[in-house]
């Protein structure tokens, strides 16, 4: 029986180099993020995989064909890491792509699929990244993924599979089928709201396609980067404001994204840490039943285009997370209306709302709950059904 704990049941939750580092990584980085994890809560708090991106091998593989860690980056080899990973009770990630090449120009694994995989499981690795660079237009890309995956699962080891083909090909139509834990369904994320908004925007009517086994992965998350990447196209200067971190955060979670952490978690200050830390977001997200959420009234007519629009996922306790979601400008108030959800005046049942961030009961509604919530910011709240008598 597959039960949460199992590969892929639940959205993935880790960290990932590439947002802040790119091609800048080494093992002394690695080994930091795992510590960092133990020391400050991220391991307790769900956080699992640390996951190496790209730019991690040689130019070329070796004259039998194996990909070669990059010596001076990883001195001590890939094993150790791996090992030093696991001895902290954490999961350790590489990556590959589907292509002859990654997109960085490294070895990519097209046709080299159940060598590398073998040697990703003789190194310890719990998780692979697979991206699309460089794929032979002619191939199909539903094949490649679907190879990739019953290498993987030959390998002799769990490995959790996550494609990233950014979206296209209609990946959403194949990719369950195909074998993979979860999947990238847009481009790259920036370090800006604009970004942000865009990706959460562009997923809001694909919530059938994400669930436990295959989740739908809205990128990497930049919570915390304040502009701290080394890449210009993630974003290195300006960011975005705690409130729209946060908001950016409660959309992955109650969307079911997988949570990767990209910020450099070693520099994370307090308001960093009390969003990717919240047990009650981490709750919603990691809801063993990875329900899709639904959107109530979107853009209901007193509304208009405002951005403003509600989410609500049901949770496997039968409560239900809702989120008042403000993507526009200036402050609004969003109301509900309980019918809505079902939960007419005639049923008899109040709602008792808890607010996730402000960490506090709101109190027992009926009927309606109007939430006024701040341009780019959201109130996530919790609600318990109470029947008279
Ligand atoms: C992109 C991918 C990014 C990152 C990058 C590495 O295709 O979407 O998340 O992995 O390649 O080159």
Not at 32 to 46: M, P, T
Not at 187 to 210: C, F, H, P, R, V
Not at 304 to 332: M, Q, W
Request: glycine content about 12%.
């Amino acid at each position: 029986m597959m039960t949460a704990g199992q590969t892929g049941f639940c959205p993935p939750m880790g960290w990932n180099s590439w947002n802040t580092f790119t091609w800048d990584i080494n093992e002394d980085l690695i080994r930091q993020v795992a510590d960092v994890f133990v020391a400050e809560g991220y391991r307790d708090a769900g956080y699992e995989y640390i996951v190496i991106d790209d730019c991690w091998s040689l130019k070329e593989r070796d004259a039998k064909g194996n990909l070669v860690a990059d010596p001076e980056k990883f001195p001590g080899g890939m094993k150790a890491l791996a090992d030093y990973i696991h001895d902290k009770g954490l999961k350790f990630g590489m990556y590959s792509c589907a292509g002859t090449h990654t997109c960085a120009g490294y070895p990519g694994s097209f046709e080299h699929e159940f060598e590398d995989a073998r040697q990703f499981a003789e190194w310890g690795v719990d998780y692979l990244k697979y991206d699309y660079c460089y794929k032979p237009r002619t191939m199909d890309g539903e094949l490649l993924y679907r190879r990739m995956a019953l290498a993987l699962r030959n390998s002799g080891r769990d490995i959790l599979f996550s494609a990233c083909n950014w979206g296209e090909d209609n990946v959403h139509g194949w990719i369950r089928s195909a074998g993979a834990h979860m999947y990238r369904s847009t481009g790259d994320i920036q370090d800006n709201w604009e970004s942000i908004k865009k990706i959460a925007l562009s997923q809001i009517d694909k919530m059938s396609y994400t669930g436990s086994f295959c989740h739908n992965d809205m990128d990497m998350l930049v919570v915390g980067m304040h502009g701290g990447s080394n890449n210009d196209f993630i974003g290195k200067i300006g960011g975005c404001t705690d409130a729209e971190y946060r908001t950016h955060f409660a959309l992955w979670c109650m969307m079911g994204s997988p949570l990767m952490i990209g910020c450099d978690v070693r520099e994370a200050d307090e308001a960093t840490k009390a969003v990717l830390l919240n047990p009650d977001l981490i709750r919603i997200s990691q809801d063993p039943e990875s329900r899709g959420s639904y959107v109530v009234n979107p853009e209901p007519q007193w509304l208009g285009n405002s951005g403003c629009f509600v989410l609500v996922r049901v949770l496997s306790d039968g409560e239900l997370a809702i989120g008042f979601f403000n993507l526009g400008e200036g402050r609004r108030e969003i109301p509900l209306q309980f019918w809505d959800l079902g939960i007419t005046y005639g049923c008899g049942a109040a709602l008792s709302l808890y607010d996730c961030f402000g960490q506090k009961e709101l109190g027992s509604f009926r009927e309606r709950f109007a939430a006024t919530v701040e341009s780019h910011d959201c109130l996530i709240l919790r609600g318990r059904l109470q029947y008279d008598g």
